[in-house]
């Protein structure tokens, strides 16, 4: 499927030098802010109190939320619990005082805004906790990029496999120097979040990959810059239907998924959006550097050679 058909394939390679400068002040800079501000952590990771209450009607989680933070509470997290009657309350530690008295302050708060809400549980998560959700998530995060590096170093070349690394990596630090230098709260879904965007952007990465490996065995007399050049601009369809249906529903839990799933959404179409500037400018272009060829990917030599622009050309191999 194709909206529209390119003719002439577009020169991104000859501005790789370009990009690639522009992507990596701008990962210096997340890594900066990642340092200088570091990370907004969220309670699952810091310690604090966990509260479910319970209400006899649907719980207005924006109510909950507003009449929390009155208490002088701030970065509160307010979502349903299994039924829209039952809230989960997370809040962090507050110096003086203890987790019971914490709660049973909010407790008291939310019975004066509406009698029906009865306590149901309370915890509290403690900072060693969170350590351990921490390490947890930077093990996840690099069992995922080792078996991204395994899956493409097998299925392609090496040089792809680095290279998409170096673009994946470079997607996942700019989600992290955004919410550092914003102090976004940084929770568990947005962790959720970052590990979908390594899949998702390894995806776009795969597809242009499969094209470069297909056009060296089309075409004998094209050099390498001319052949991500057509690779890129073959697939520019594909990934402007592809990622627009995905970012349209991302954008829809942005706007309309509330405070629960913002931040969430928020990792998801930051990561979406250099997602595709990876694929291209960086994850290409770090392969067109490393020196990637023919050889590399092509055993045999093509039968006949094609002409990249001739509309009949894929019909022929």
Known sequence: MEFFKIRRDIPFMRNALVFNVISFVTFLAAVFFLFSRGLHLSVEFTGGTLMEVSYSQPADLNKIRSTVDGLGIS???????????????????????????????????LKAADASATMRRTEFVGPQVGDELAADGLKALAFVVVGIMIYLAIRFEWKFAVAAIIANLHDVIIILGFFAFFQWEFSLPVLAAVLAVLGYSVNESVVIFDRIRENFRRYRKMNTEQIIDNAITSTISRTIITHGSTQLMVLSMLIFGGATLHYFALALTIGILFGIYSSVFVAASISMWLGIQREDLVKGGPKKDLDPNDPNAGAAV
């Open 75 to 109: 970065d509160v997290q307010v979502q349903n619990f299994g039924t829209a009657q039952d809230v989960l309350i997370r809040m962090p530690v507050q110096k003086g005082t203890t987790s019971s008295q914490q709660s049973e302050k909010v407790l008291t708060a």
